[in-house]
């Protein structure tokens, strides 16, 4: 579809930022690209926290670096980095590919002093034509287990149900979802296996959470 192209800016690679062309979109459509990209100016791109795991796994490749002493410093240093960025947003999102505004990838670090504290938990956003009107689809691409998550991943909030404004960003939308991992609504799961869980084994379900925390960042 040509109205969701999207063309090479002129400014440096670090900065730049996405550009559609919307002739011969519909009008529906090119008011959604130039949401999208005005959503896009005001989030960041590359994180450091992604830099990082991606530093992170490139040593954990080498043999030499393989040790339990250093898998564990590597650990305890990514959750320190994480942890530090609880000061912004704590999330971050860009398009998936250079040609397609409307299917955004997105990273979530888990929040201080929560079991998914030090995860950094990947998502997939689908936009429709009619974004901001409608919200996107949102699923996560990182295993999960809480009770506002379908299996598949599927995300259950009222943020992109029934309450859903076109006041919302890409960024209002991640903050929402961040916050809702701590503060789940356990009367309406989606996955009721992990509300039941929350509920009459507390403890258990802090494991669970927090060893996929861990496995995000192995």
């Known amino acids: ?3 969701r192209r999207i063309l090479a800016s002129s400014s440096s690679p670090s900065m730049s930022q996405p550009q559609v062309n919307i002739l011969g979109s519909s009008p529906s459509s090119a008011s ?5 990209q005005s959503d896009l100016r005001s989030i960041r791109i590359e994180p450091p926290e992604v830099k990082i795991r991606e ?3 490139s040593l954990l490749s080498d043999k030499r670096f393989r040790s339990c002493f250093v898998l564990r410093f590597m650990r305890v240093s990514l959750t320190r980095c994480t942890s530090f ?3 912004t947003q704590g999330c971050s999102a860009s398009p998936h590919s250079d040609d397609n505004l409307f299917v955004w990838s997105a990273t979530i670090c888990g929040p201080q002093d929560s079991p998914w504290e030090g995860g950094i938990f990947s998502l997939r956003l689908t936009f429709s034509d009619s974004y901001p009107a409608s919200a996107p689809r949102v699923r996560f691409v990182s295993e999960m287990f809480h009770p506002n998550i379908y299996p598949d991943g599927t995300l259950c909030m009222d943020t992109i149900q029934e309450q859903w404004s076109p006041v919302h960003s890409v960024a209002s939308l991640l903050t929402s979802v ?3 991992l701590c503060d789940p609504n356990v009367n309406s799961p ?8 929350l509920v009459e084994e507390e403890k258990e379900y802090n494991k669970r959470v927090r060893r996929l925390a861990r496995k995000t960042i192995e």
């Open 85 to 87: 960025l609880d000061n």
């Open 32 to 36: 959604a690209c130039l949401r999208l």
């Open 178 to 180: 961040r916050s809702l």
């Open 55 to 57: 530093m992170f796994i």
């Open 190 to 197: 989606a996955n009721p296996q992990a509300a039941k869980m």
């Open 1 to 3: 579809m040509s109205g």
